[in-house]
Nanobody
Framework: QVQLVESGGGLVQPGGSLRLSCAAS????????MGWYRQAPGKQREFVAT???????NYVDSVKGRFTISRDNAKNTEYLQMSSLKPEDTAVYFC?????????????WGQGTQVTVSS
């Protein structure tokens, strides 16, 4: 059984920074793409950023230049460094990963971590 566990959310003032982490555990043969999504109250979950196993990245326009996705393949962990945070970044942030395990290839999701940007 593969699990993704997130950490690093919290309350931050506008203009501040936070770093989210997402660690994958279990019998993992390989992790392909990893990503972050978010869901604000009353809204649908939206894509934030993704990173391939080779390190190529992609971002939603609203976070370009402010957020940076990265990963440590040796630790099966991905990160989301968020800077210049705005109130509209407030949401529950979810990580996901496409994992090859002994059960085959499937996408796993973390439980979500709350990020609140408010003064």
């Amino acid at each position: 059984q593969v699990q993704l566990v997130e950490s690093g959310g919290g309350l931050v003032q506008p203009g501040g920074s936070l770093r989210l982490s997402c660690a994958a555990s279990g019998i993992i043969l390989r992790i392909n793409d990893m990503g972050w999504y978010r869901q604000a109250p009353g809204k649908q979950r939206e894509f934030v950023a993704t990173i391939t196993s080779a390190g190529s990245t992609n971002y939603v326009d609203s976070v370009k230049g402010r957020f940076t996705i990265s990963r440590d393949n040796a630790k099966n962990t991905e990160y989301l460094q968020m800077s210049s945070l705005k109130p509209e970044d407030t949401a529950v942030y979810f990580c996901n990963a496409v994992v090859r395990s002994i059960d085959g290839i499937r996408t796993y999701w973390g439980q979500g971590t709350q990020v609140t940007v408010s003064s």
